[in-house]
């Protein structure tokens, strides 16, 4: 016997952060509406980023960057003040700065999405409820929206909204494997680290902030051997420091268009400040507000140059690495345990023993072999649906629902989520937000981001 379909008003597939916040911000409205969240993970509001365990997974910003209210920017150092003061997170108090410059573990931050759903629901007219399981499939007239889940479960909605997050590359079933994940230890499996012999040496492919997470789980395992990081460029993210304010010289010259008259505008900037004995990070954190407005209005051309020649630099200076991480990273780099090398993975030797990688290092035509005990892949995010083996991606571009966005980066939409299908007709149903969005916008992942496009896309949602 078939189940019946269930109904609601918005349907809300993926229950991470952005899933979480667009509840919460349809809740705050005035009227009454049924908003069904479908997550296959046991909690809304953590996803991929807040699931952490280890204490030593922080946010990449202070308290006072990372609330989820866009209208009450200290909503999460209040929130962290109560936490604290409830007996919460003790190790806190080994830190002598004010709460509002705490990096919070990130699975802390969950609770705080948590606790922020439990109140606007107490207070709404309208429900939420947690729907477990992963939608495999969808499908949109001119009226609603039908989502199939794993289970055979299909939900019906007016509306539907993808905030399905982000496809970590290390946890991501490719459509043209190359082997790597079955190989390599999942970054933030912090029970696999554990298992690797504490005095052999561990390859990590990547280096960005995911590679940052792996060494703090390395060190707190008790791993004590080399560590050999290779990323294309070999840059490291800088540490996140608390800089002044700066003139937000972006939101005074329009004029500036290019990628890379922004980069010679922005480096400029960096000079004067440091000329003054001001931190580089001021100018550079004024960018972040008009990332996304320079971004879309570029040609296809500049933003592919962006990609191409600014982008590696705009990862390690603008994704930076919370300061107590970056000490241990800068530590273990200083004492010559960790070892970083500009080089691009080429692939996977097979071997009885431990793992061994092809690489070419940067600048060299010839393909060298490394090996290790164990290999970690934290080689990033990947964006191209195309390539993201799970169903509900492949679904809606065999259905031709949605679009690559542009340069494959996410899925393409109009400026309110509204998703674009094969045709490049904006639907009226099915909406987007968050990672999804990132060939948009650039920037669409961070909690700010994501913040701030739950609020608009609910206000969006309850007007049509
Ligand atoms: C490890 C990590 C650390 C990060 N740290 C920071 C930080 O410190 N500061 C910051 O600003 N940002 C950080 N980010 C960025 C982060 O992605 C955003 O802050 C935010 O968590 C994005 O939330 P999301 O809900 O869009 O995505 P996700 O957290 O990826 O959640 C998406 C959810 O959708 C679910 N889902 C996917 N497909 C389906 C489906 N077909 N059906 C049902 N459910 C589905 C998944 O199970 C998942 O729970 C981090 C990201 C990662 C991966």
């Not at 010679?264 to 004067?272: A, H, K, L, P, T």
């Not at 600014?310 to 273990?332: D, F, G, I, N």
């Not at 995010?381 to 679904?395: C, F, H, K, S, T």
């Amino acid at each position: 016997m078939t189940e019946s379909i269930r109904n609601a008003d918005v349907l809300i597939i993926g229950g991470g952060l952005s899933g979480t916040m667009l509840a919460v911000q349809l809740l705050r409205l005035p009227g009454k509406r049924q908003i069904l969240v479908v997550e296959p993970r046991a909690e809304l509001g953590r996803g991929e980023a807040y699931s952490a365990v280890e204490l030593g997974h922080t946010l990449n910003g202070n308290a006072a960057r990372m609330s989820v209210d866009p209208d009450n920017a200290d909503d999460l150092t209040q929130w962290l003040t109560d936490y604290i003061g409830a007996g919460g997170w003790p190790e806190s108090g080994q830190q002598a700065v004010p709460i509002s410059e705490l990096f919070p573990p990130r699975g802390i931050f969950g609770l705080y999405a948590q606790q922020r759903l439990a109140e606007a629901k107490a207070q709404s007219a309208s429900s939420v409820e947690h729907v477990r399981g992963e939608g495999v499939d969808l499908q949109v007239d001119e009226a609603s929206t039908l989502l199939t889940l794993d289970n055979g479960q299909q939900l019906r909605g007016r509306f539907a909204v993808l905030a399905t997050g982000m496809f970590p590359a290390a946890r991501t079933p490719q459509t043209e494997s190359s082997g790597l994940n079955a190989a390599a230890v999942d970054p933030w499996d912090v029970q696999a680290m554990t298992l690797i012999d504490p005095q052999a040496p561990v390859l990590i492919i990547g280096s960005g902030l995911t590679m940052v997470d792996a060494v703090v789980s390395l060190e707190q395992a008790g791993h004590r051997g080399p560590i050999e990081v290779f990323s294309r460029h070999g840059l490291l993210p800088h540490v996140r420091r608390q800089p002044p304010s700066w003139v937000d010289f972006l939101g005074e010259d329009h004029r500036l268009r290019s990628p890379l008259q922004l980069l010679r505008e922005v480096r400029r900037q960096c000079r004067i400040a440091q000329a003054q004995g001001i931190d580089w990070q001021a100018p550079l954190d004024t960018v972040r507000a008009h990332i996304g407005r320079l971004w879309s209005q570029a040609s296809e051309r500049e933003k592919r140059q962006f990609v191409r020649h600014v982008r590696p630099w705009w990862e390690s200076h603008h994704h930076r690495s919370p300061p107590l991480s970056a000490q241990l990273v800068a530590r273990l780099h200083e004492e010559g345990r960790l070892r970083i090398r500009a080089a691009s993975y080429k692939g996977l030797v097979p071997s009885v023993e431990g793992v061994t990688i092809r690489l070419r290092h940067r600048g060299e035509q010839a393909v060298t072999q490394v090996s290790g005990a164990a290999l970690i892949n934290s080689s990033g995010i990947e964006y191209d649906w195309r390539r993201v083996a799970r169903p509900l991606p492949q679904q809606l571009l065999k259905r031709g629902l949605i679009q690559p966005g542009p340069l494959a980066l996410g899925i393409a939409a109009d400026a309110s989520g509204a998703v674009l299908d094969a045709q490049g007709q904006v639907s009226q149903r099915l909406f987007a937000m968050g990672p999804p969005l990132r060939g948009m916008w650039w920037e669409s992942t961070a909690v700010t981001d994501v913040a701030i496009q739950a609020k608009a896309l609910a206000s969006k949602l309850t007007q049509i």
